[in-house]
């Protein structure tokens, strides 16, 4: 077991500079961003607050659920002008979670921000991150060595589990648990490889299998027990032993955030449209009014629909469900 360089004595703390940005009365049908911010991912706590990674200027946007907007200015005296945060998650006990290049971050409830620094890391590295039910947190990560799932306790104390990835440089772009605790992951490579999909289980032993295409994003559980995950103009699915198949429509192209929703059923974004699959691979899409290129979203089950992020516009979209 490893602490984290930045956990004991010589960790460095960035105290984050919020600003009210607008406040409503009831939530506006469009979240205006700075102009320059590009959203990435987005997560919704438990309390309905709605964060967005903004990960050209370096801040984290927490969105109440009246619409009122605060930003959170992530930089420290080694990082000015600041942080590009790439990926976000909400740990159990609500703190925000977040990675950039060779660090990762955590805002506590307080809003207090700290940075932990793995030495081991490449540039570029740590990649995505997910939560689980006991407070910790997973991450994808690259060394001179190979990639690593990387396991942080509620304690603040790291193991890691090594992934055998294939050789031309992945990054780790999807993290999610699925039936029996397996933590699955999606990798895509630089270059025109072909991406990867496999899984951890409790014993640190993986298995990995080839997919089509070498753009991956997210991987979610499904309703059917399945996983499912996002390719370039596809969406896939994983069998808990490794049986792989595609999904595609006509005019789908470019599939950003993929989550399980409402109806037995995945949801996602393409460039430009809300997208439904059902379990029995049957896709439909709606086009969102506006759109010029949307990233991720999240589901607000207290509002019945969806928080989009539209990335080219810097503003967030809420799509209602379809009928």
């Known amino acids: 077991m490893l602490t984290l360089a930045g956990c004991t004595g010589t ?3 960035a105290v984050p500079e919020t600003s009210a940005t607008s406040a409503t009365s009831h939530p506006p049908r469009t979240i205006e961003l700075p102009g320059n911010s590009w959203p990435r991912e987005l997560a919704m706590a438990p309390d309905g607050t709605l964060w967005v990674v903004e990960s050209s200027i370096g801040f984290l946007a927490s969105i109440s ?3 009122r907007v605060t930003q959170h200015h992530l930089t420290d005296a080694l990082h000015a002008p600041s942080l590009d945060p790439g990926y976000l998650t909400i740990a159990s006990d609500g703190s925000v979670w977040f990675s950039c290049a060779l660090d990762i971050g955590r805002i506590t409830p307080d809003g207090t921000v700290r940075l932990f620094h793995d030495p081991p890391l490449v540039y570029g590295s740590p990649d995505t991150i997910t939560a689980g039910s006991d407070g910790s947190v997973w991450y994808g990560g690259t060394t001179a060595d190979g990639w690593r799932l990387v396991h942080i306790t509620a ?3 790291t193991s890691h589990i090594s992934v055998p990835l294939h050789q ?3 990054h780790i772009t999807g993290l999610a648990f699925g039936p029996g605790e397996r ?3 999606t990798s895509s490579p630089i270059g025109n490889e072909r991406g990867e999909v496999g899984y951890a289980d409790s014993h640190g032993h993986t298995r990995i299998w080839t997919t089509d295409d070498p753009f991956l994003g997210p991987i979610v559980p499904g309703p059917d027990g399945a996983l499912w995950f996002a390719e370039r103009a596809a969406i896939g699915r994983i069998t808990p032993s490794g049986s792989i198949s ?3 429509a006509p005019k789908m192209k470019y599939t950003g955030g993929l989550v399980s929703g409402p109806g037995n ?3 996602f974004t393409t460039s430009t ?3 439904r699959i059902t379990t029995t691979g049957t896709i439909t899409l709606w086009p969102i009014p506006g759109a010029r290129e949307l990233t991720d979203l999240v589901y607000d089950a207290h509002r019945h629909g969806f928080w989009v992020a539209d990335a080219e516009a810097a503003v967030l979209r809420w799509a209602p469900l379809p009928p």
Do not use: E, N
């Open 273 to 275: 449209s809300l997208g």
């Open 168 to 170: 031309f440089g992945p």
């Open 183 to 185: 933590l699955w992951f």
């Open 65 to 67: 659920p009246s619409g």
């Open 11 to 13: 960790h460095r703390t």
């Open 246 to 248: 595609y999904h595609r």
């Open 265 to 267: 059923a995945l949801w």
């Open 155 to 157: 304690k603040l104390v």
